[in-house]
Every structure is written in structure tokens, then in C-alpha cells.
């Protein structure tokens, strides 16, 4: 019989194409939209009643004759539960992800939706999970319908990290947008298609697509939706430094921010890097207005407050739950002397250098090339004898400049670590000391030297000697080490050394900027791949910001001390972050007492820095002078009158130093007294107002252990061969029917690799609710116990049974009912049509006695009966009188059926007004639930007291 959606109104059941549908609001009179019962907004079918069948169907109580035993009753009741993809909470989104979001990480979301456009930027330290806070509103968003696509725009280097983040946690599947991947997407374009207008959710290399022949096509089909992350290499700062990939970069973001209505998130750990200039202009990306508005007004404040959440660890310690979060950081130092050989090439090169920098030959121009050249130098030999040799072998970078400023500029970018290095893919190149132009006396002296280095390599390294003893310690204590070093020369001595040292227990892995981004992280997954082998990583900074190395490494080696105290805290940001199960994480800095370099940065910076962070609970990022500060020492030290054995930084800098440790204490009062200008502290009180659904909502999802058990038991249940192995099991895919593998991602594997820990191994899966493996057999546990067709072998879940226990002392029959909920909600745009929507909630529901005479258990006696124990069998001749004269009066319950559905839809209202006025908007008569009954009765089950 055909008919028309005239007929049906949004939440009714109908029956199409072999099985049941629900109506959803966007149907016709000639269309029906329709959705799987159970199912989610991605299963959509759209059907045109006048071509095909549609007729209204219900939704028929359990057949008596069908009953199962207690564990196939609890197959069916988690299989709904894990299955359902159709809630109608508030947080639309949180039904699909594999990560259970931590309630600090839930105040970002509340403030983007207080926003109609959202412009946010995400300051928190490194480590707490920006990722998944920045994630977490762009799949809200998406769930809502308040966007179409996402694009993230990250360092090359972070890309492959972004996907794998976007697609396991958040269920996004997103493209990635790289050199080495635009030719395959172009391949499915069609006519005049860009990759912008084909993929719905990009990841995109910042670098590569801020060309501007690139830009271009980017910002005329970019997304409605964009991320950008390490936001702060973005902007620009009143000195205009970074040369013109930043001023690209800059460009890029900025064009994006123009378009008012785009929702834009802005993720750093360092969003003041010291420059006031360059945070205006940051968040100036969201609001014009914040460029100049004194932020010291009251007005000023609430409109940064809008826009701008930072937390510090400390201010998330009460939040942790048992979120996995290192306790401390364990920070020392180790010092070490040079000697022999080493000692006295050193002393050679410094008397060098000051002879060089006081060469009056050549004017200005040549004379600041060469101070810059001899502390590149100076700053290559304390890292390593190979990073010497390659500086003094290779032509120095301001070696061409026409005058003193472009000398200084291109010597400064070469030798400190500034935060606005033109790009972190050069940051670990070795400067280079060569300033002349043709062979000549000074080239063959520095030659010299550079043999004399290279020699050292056979001989004695007290720097190198006191790493391997370090690393051994560590490796004792537990501790998985990852090594930083300033230059690619200086990891690969070190790399080569540890693996001699450490013998086959271990495997060395090297990882520098002579690696392409893409393959960085494959070579750390080989690298920890070995279960048998614990890993030890030695780095340069390619690694330091963003990459996520918590899951393998426990303790972090300053080889070479950062000219920048922040590179520091980045370095220790890469194990010392939210997912370390490590209750402590260790940190060493390595440094010489007689190089006078590291004297210099130790002194001036990074135990300032320590000292501040120990006080303050927070790290302040340094002056932005500090730069000149190091420069004005490392000169009066070269400049200096004494003998080099002579030469310490006792007496030189003295007031630049004191001014600049000033500047830094008055910074950190600053900081101290702005944590409680922003918004968190004001939204981490209203997250109280919602933490009923949040407790609501990971209560119906299933807790981890609760989705790890029933993969394992419906498995095992169809046929499967169930091995633990690890944290999960495996499971053979061989003998499971054949419509459940038709539901697997195409090319599964033999056996299954399940896994509780994020992240997985390569090649197996989470075990999670969004996982594929695990939703296909909630799919088809559900759909083939409704199924009476399907052979009994087939379908282990049942719908009704019968059980004895000493958990009741009256017959007690437990209902599994599926609710739908008719939801109208307001959207952000003022002009725009409200939102409707049909949910479905699950719920356990039981009574003692018979149907007409039922007395309603409350939830937690409800509760406790899930967990009771059968004592005793019920031989199927019994049990199937009993259910079929339960199950034939059960319409005598319908009256409480109706009232418990108009009691959630008033629950679920008011869950959602208390969550919207929580976050700023007033929608009290914009939000309207109805029930649409009848109920659907799934299961039920009986329960008996054990016979006397």
C-alpha cells in the first residue's frame, strides 16, 4: 500500500525497504526523510511514498518462545546502549565520541556557545589538551548543523597527528592537504572542482597553503569551520620580524578572519610570547576591537573574556578526576667540565673568537658578521665536536650582508632560538662560521680547527660521557628518555654513542629536521613499535612543539640548553601532558661549567624562569629583550681584557641583567593577578550547573570497561576465538556471520586487534562505541534479535528470558524500552528556523508483581538488579507460559510508559535550557520536547526467587 508523510508526524514509525524507520521533521508530502530505528543522522534515506511502499508500523512486543538466558538478556541491553547514535542531550556530539571529555576541558565548548559566530582562542598550557578541547567544539558544531566543514591548518610536521586525533576521537574523517597528497585528492576532482569544494574536512600544512597562488583557491572554498594551530606563528608583532613566511602566514589567517560569519579557533600554548604587539594582533583575529581596547577597564577585560581562555595546570588540578596527568615534574641539573683535547680546542676557539670580533678590518658591516659568526661558533662547540666542525665547515648565513642591521638580523635568526623563527623546519641547521669569501689564511685556520673537532670524536667527551650515564639512570628507574639537542649533527653523534652504550635491551631512535614531516612520526612509531626493546628518542626541535610522545616516554634530557626558556618548556610539554600515566615525569639539563655559554643562558634565563615557575605554579614567558640581554653579555664576555680561563659572566651585564629579571618578576605579578580576570573561573562554576548530563550522558554511553566487555563477549558469542593480549584481546573474523563482516570497513583483517588504550598500536583498533568493529556488532546484535528470521546461532542477543536469583524476593520483571523524543531548538542565528529533531532514549525499568498490579522499583534498586547473579536454570517449557502471561497483560503498564515518556521529555528540556543559559543564552520558550508514544518495549525479563 503506498501512502504519503502527510500521514506521519516526526518521531513516527514506519515500515520501508524491509524495515523500520523513524520520521524525521524534514519530510514532505512527496519525500520522506527517514532514519534506522537505533540508527544515526549518517544512515539517512530519503524515500518517495508515490514509487515505494511505506506503511505505519509497530513495534511488536517480545515472542515468549524466543528466550535467552541472563547473558544473552545483557547482550541486547548494552548492544542498545553502545549502539544508539541518536541521543537528544545537549551536547549533540558527545554520543560519537571515543574520548570522555574532562569537565575543564568541557569550559571552551560552554564559552563557543554563548557565541553565534564563534571566535575563540585556546591558550592553555602545554599538555592539558587543547587538541581535544578545540575538537571537541568543532564536532558540536558540526552535530548541530552550525557547520558544514572543518579545515585545521597546521605545521606540516602535525598533520598526520591531527587526522589521527580528528578521526578516533571525534569519528571526523578528514583529508590531509600536504604536497605529497594534493595529486591523489586532484584525481577525484570534477570540472572546475577544487580540493576545497570536494572534501567536507581537511587537515592543511599552513606552509603549503599560504602561497598566495594557493591562498586563493583555499579562502574561495575554505570551510565554514577553521582551527588554526600554533596560532602565534601567525601573526606579526610591532618589530615586523619573521621575514615573509610569517608576513604569509599572517596574510592567510587574517583573509579567513574577515569573513564575520566563519567560526574560527585559535590553539597555542604561547599566545604572549612577550610582545605585546603580537598578542594584540592575535586576538585581534577575533575581534578588531581587542587590538586596542585597554585591557586594563573592566570593558576591556569582558571583552577578552569572551574570547580567551587560558588555564594553567594548576587551575585544572581539582578537574583531573582520573584523567591520566602527571603529579610533578621532577627538574635537575647536571654538570659537567672539559678536558683534555676538548679543553683546549675550546680555549683556542674563544681566543679566536675575540680576536676576530675585535677586527677593526672591513668596518661595521664585517665586524658584525664576524661577532656573529664566533658565537654561532662558540654555541656549536658546546653542543657537540660534530656540530663544530660542520658550523666551522660551512659558510656563515649573514656572510653577504650589505649593512650592520641585515648583518645583526640574519645572525640573530641563525644563532638564538627566537620565538619567531622564519619556520621551525631550519631551526636545528648549524649557523655556520665561515665569513670569507676566498680561500685565505682565516679560512685554513678555521679548517684546522674543524680537524682538530672531528678528531675528538675518538677520544674523550665529558659532555657525551655524563649523557650516557644520565640515560642509564633513567632507563633504571623506569624512565623512557627523550633527548633534545640544538643541531641535526649534534643528535646524530648522540644517537650513534647511546646505541654503542646501551647494548640490544634498547632501541635509539634519531628523529631531525633531514627528515621529512610526514615521515617524523612514522620513524617514532618504529621506533616504539618493539614491545620487547624500551625506546630511547634523541631529537632536535623539529620535535618540540605539538607532537605527542606521552604514550612511550617518561623524561625529557636538555642535551643543549635552549636559548629561549619557552623552547624548554615545550621540550618537557611533549611527555609532560594530559594522557601520561606516569604519576612523574623527570627533566635534566646538561650543562658546562667552564663554556661559558651555557653559564651565560642558565644564569640569565633558565633557572629564572624555574625559579618563577616553582613560585607561580606558571610559566611567564621572558621579556622579549631577553634576546638583547644574552647578545649584550655573550659581547663583553668576547670583548673582555682577561685570559679565556679567566673569562666568567661575573661582572658583565650586571644592570642589563637586573633590569631584565625585573621586567620578568613584574611580568609574573601580571600573570598572577590576570588569572582571575578571564572567563574560566566564572564557567568553571556554572559547569557545576551541568554536571547532571554529563553524568546522564557517560551513564547511557557505557563506560569503557562496560564497551571492552561486551565486544569481547559478542564476539566470542558469534563464533569469534577470543585471545587476551594486552590491554584488549583478539579476535578471529573468520566464522561471524557473514551481514555482520558486510558492516566492516572494507579490507578488515583476519584477526582483530582490539585495544583499551589511546593511542592503539598500528593496526589495531580502540575499543570505543564509535570504533567500526564495535558498532557494526552492536548494529547487528540488536537488529537480529529483533529478526526472527535469522537463524538462532546467528542472533545470541534475545529479548525476553527468565532467570531464578536470590536478588528478588517477589517476581520481578525488568522492561528494556526505547523512547523517541520530538526536540525543537533554537538556533544561533537570530532570522533562522528552529531546529527540529527526533531523539531516542533507552531506559531500564522494572516492577514486582503482576502487570495490573505493578509496583515500580526506583533506579537504584533498578540498578542493583543488572548485577544479580542467576542461581538456577528455567527449562524453556516453564519459562514460556510465564513470559507469554507477562508479555500478554504488559498493556497494562502502558499508562506508566506514557508518564516516564512525558517525564524524560521534560528532563530533556530542561537539560537543555540549563545548559544553554549556562552558557549565556536565554531560550526558556524556544525549547520544546513531546514524547511520541506508544513506547517501544525491547526486552523482557523476568526474574524469580530461588525455590524453596
Same mark, same amino acid.
Not at 174 to 182: D, I, K, N, Q, S
Not at 701 to 727: I, Q, S, T
Given at each position: ?234 601573526? =606579526? ?52 576591537? =581587542? ?89 656549536? =662547540? ?267 659572566? /661575573? ?42 548530563? =554529563? ?87 540488536? /537488529? ?165
Amino acid at each position: 500500500m503506498t501512502v504519503t508523510a502527510a500521514r506521519y508526524e516526526p518521531g513516527t514509525l514506519v515500515r520501508a525497504r524491509g524495515r523500520e524507520w523513524v520520521v524525521l521533521p524534514e519530510s514532505e508530502p512527496e519525500l520522506l526523510v527517514l532514519r534506522p530505528l537505533g540508527g544515526s543522522d549518517d544512515e539517512r534515506a530519503a524515500v518517495l511514498p508515490d514509487l515505494e511502499d511505506v506503511a505505519s508500523a509497530t513495534f511488536a512486543y517480545p515472542d515468549p518462545s524466543d528466550a535467552g538466558n541472563a547473558s544473552r538478556a545483557a547482550l541486547l541491553r548494552t548492544a542498545l546502549r553502545i549502539g544508539f547514535r541518536s541521543t537528544g542531550g545537549p551536547f549533540r556530539s558527545l554520543g560519537g565520541l571515543a574520548v570522555e571529555p574532562r569537565p575543564y576541558q568541557l569550559v571552551p565548548l560552554l564559552m563557543a556557545l554563548r557565541q553565534d559566530t564563534v571566535r575563540l582562542l585556546i591558550a592553555d598550557d602545554v599538555g592539558i589538551g587543547k587538541t581535544v578541547e578545540s575538537g571537541l567544539i568543532a564536532a558540536e558544531l558540526l552535530a548541530q548543523g552550525d557547520a558544514n566543514g572543518l579545515a585545521v591548518l597546521c605545521s606540516p610536521a602535525l598533520a598526520e597527528q591531527w587526522q589521527r586525533e580528528l578521526a578516533e576521537k571525534f569519528g571526523i574523517a578528514a583529508e590531509l592537504v600536504l604536497p605529497g597528497t594534493v595529486r591523489r585528492l586532484e584525481r577525484d576532482l570534477v570540472g572546475a572542482q577544487s580540493i576545497f569544494d570536494r572534501y567536507r574536512h581537511v587537515v592543511v600544512s599552513t606552509d603549503y597553503i599560504k602561497r598566495p597562488e594557493l591562498r586563493d583557491q583555499f579562502l574561495r572554498g575554505a570551510p565554514d569551520l577553521v582551527i588554526v594551530d600554533e596560532a602565534h606563528s601567525c601573526v =606579526l608583532d610591532d618589530s615586523n620580524s619573521g621575514g615573509r613566511s610569517r608576513m604569509l602566514r599572517h596574510e592567510l589567517v587574517r583573509r579567513l578572519a574577515a569573513r564575520t560569519d566563519r567560526h574560527l579557533i585559535l590553539v597555542t600554548a604561547t599566545p604572549h610570547s612577550g610582545k605585546d604587539a603580537g598578542f594584540r594582533n592575535l586576538v585581534g583575529l577575533l575581534d578588531p576591537r =581587542l587590538e586596542t581596547i585597554d585591557l586594563d577597564l573592566v570593558e576591556g577585560r569582558e571583552l577578552l573574556a569572551r574570547h580567551f581562555v587560558q588555564r594553567r595546570r594548576v587551575d585544572i588540578r581539582s578537574f583531573l578526576e582520573d584523567t591520566p596527568f602527571p603529579e610533578d615534574r621532577d627538574s635537575t641539573e647536571r654538570a659537567y667540565r672539559l678536558t683534555g683535547d676538548y679543553r683546549s680546542l675550546f680555549d683556542d676557539v674563544v681566543a679566536y673568537a675575540r680576536q676576530t670580533v675585535r677586527d677593526p678590518i672591513g668596518g661595521q658591516v664585517r665586524q658584525r658578521v664576524r661577532y656573529w659568526s664566533a658565537l654561532a661558533l662558540l654555541r656549536a =662547540l658546546a653542543s657537540s665536536p660534530q656540530a663544530a666542525a660542520a658550523t666551522l665547515r660551512t659558510r656563515a648565513a649573514n656572510a653577504d650582508a650589505t649593512d650592520a642591521a641585515e648583518a645583526d638580523a640574519l645572525g640573530r635568526a641563525a644563532v638564538l632560538d627566537l620565538p619567531d623563527d622564519e619556520t621551525q623546519e631550519s631551526v636545528d641547521l648549524v649557523p655556520g662560521a665561515d665569513t670569507e669569501a676566498s680561500a685565505g689564511p682565516e679560512r685554513r685556520r678555521l679548517l684546522a680547527f674543524a680537524r682538530r673537532a672531528e678528531a675528538l670524536a675518538a677520544k674523550g667527551d665529558a659532555k657525551l660521557d655524563l649523557l650516557v650515564k644520565e640515560v642509564k639512570a633513567l632507563l633504571g628507574d623506569g624512565f623512557n628518555p627523550v633527548v633534545f639537542c640544538r643541531y641535526i649533527d649534534t643528535a646524530e653523534y648522540v644517537a650513534d654513542r647511546l646505541t654503542a652504550a646501551l647494548g640490544k635491551a634498547f632501541t635509539v631512535g634519531c628523529v631531525t629536521g633531514a627528515l621529512p614531516p610526514e615521515e617524523r612520526m612514522e620513524r617514532i612509531r618504529e621506533l616504539t613499535g618493539d614491545p620487547k626493546r624500551r625506546p630511547v628518542l634523541v631529537a632536535t626541535d623539529c620535535l618540540s612543539e605539538g607532537v605527542n610522545l606521552q604514550e612511550h616516554f617518561q623524561a625529557v634530557v636538555h642535551y643543549d640548553l635552549a636559548w629561549n626558556p619557552t623552547r624548554h618548556e615545550q621540550r618537557e610539554g611533549r611527555v609532560d601532558r594530559f594522557g601520561q600515566r606516569a604519576p612523574k615525569v623527570r627533566a635534566v639539563m646538561i650543562y658546562g661549567t667552564d663554556n661559558r655559554i651555557d653559564e651565560i643562558v642558565l644564569r640569565v634565563l633558565l633557572r629564572k624562569h624555574e625559579q618563577i615557575r616553582r613560585a607561580l605554579g606558571v610559566s611567564v614567558p621572558v621579556p622579549d629583550r631577553s634576546d638583547d640581554v644574552l647578545q649584550t653579555i655573550a659581547q663583553e664576555l668576547l670583548l673582555a681584557p682577561d685570559t679565556p680561563e679567566q673569562l666568567t659572566i /661575573e661582572g658583565l651585564g650586571v644592570a642589563h641583567r637586573e633590569e631584565l629579571h625585573r621586567e620578568w618578576d613584574s611580568a609574573a605579578q601580571r600573570e598572577k593577578k590576570s588569572r582571575t580576570k578571564y572567563a574560566q573561573r566564572a564557567i568553571a562554576a556554572q559547569l557545576e550547573e551541568v554536571k547532571p548530563e =554529563l553524568a546522564e550522558i557517560r551513564a547511557s554511553l557505557g563506560a569503557p570497561d562496560e564497551v571492552a566487555e561486551f565486544a569481547r563477549a559478542g564476539f566470542a558469542a558469534l563464533g569469534a576465538d577470543v585471545v587476551a593480549n594486552g590491554d584488549g584481546f583478539d579476535a578471529t573474523t573468520g566464522m561471524l556471520p557473514l551481514p555482520l563482516r558486510d558492516a566492516f570497513p572494507a579490507g578488515y583483517p583476519a584477526t582483530l586487534a582490539l585495544r583499551r588504550e589511546l593511542p592503539t598500536p598500528a593496526r589495531a583498533a580502540h575499543l570505543d562505541r564509535t570504533d567500526p568493529y564495535v558498532a557494526a556488532l552492536a548494529r547487528y546484535l540488536l /537488529e537480529s534479535a529483533l529478526d526472527r528470521t535469522v537463524p538462532a546461532d546467528q542472533r545470541p542477543a534475545r529479548r525476553a528470558g527468565v532467570m531464578r536469583t536470590s536478588a528478588v524476593a517477589k517476581r520481578t520483571t525488568l522492561l528494556l524500552v526505547r523512547f523517541r523524543l520530538h526536540l525543537t531548538l533554537p538556533t544561533r542565528a537570530a532570522d533562522a528556523e528552529p531546529r527540529r529533531m527526533v531523539a531516542e532514549e533507552a531506559r531500564l525499568l522494572a516492577f514486582r508483581g503482576a502487570p495490573a498490579a505493578a509496583e515500580w522499583l526506583p533506579d537504584g534498586e533498578v540498578a542493583a538488579l543488572l548485577a544479580a547473579t542467576p542461581s538456577g536454570n528455567v527449562l524453556p517449557e516453564a519459562a514460556t507460559p510465564l513470559l507469554e502471561r507477562v508479555i500478554g497483560r504488559l498493556d497494562a503498564v502502558t499508562p506508566h510508559l506514557d508518564a516516564t515518556a512525558d517525564g524524560l521529555a521534560e528532563a530533556l528540556r530542561g537539560a537543555h535550557i540549563r545548559v544553554r543559559e549556562a552558557a549565556g543564552q536565554r531560550v526558556r520558550r524556544q525549547v520544546a520536547v513531546t514524547a511520541q508514544k506508544p513506547a517501544d518495549v525491547l526486552g523482557v525479563y523476568v526474574y524469580l526467587p530461588e525455590a524453596n
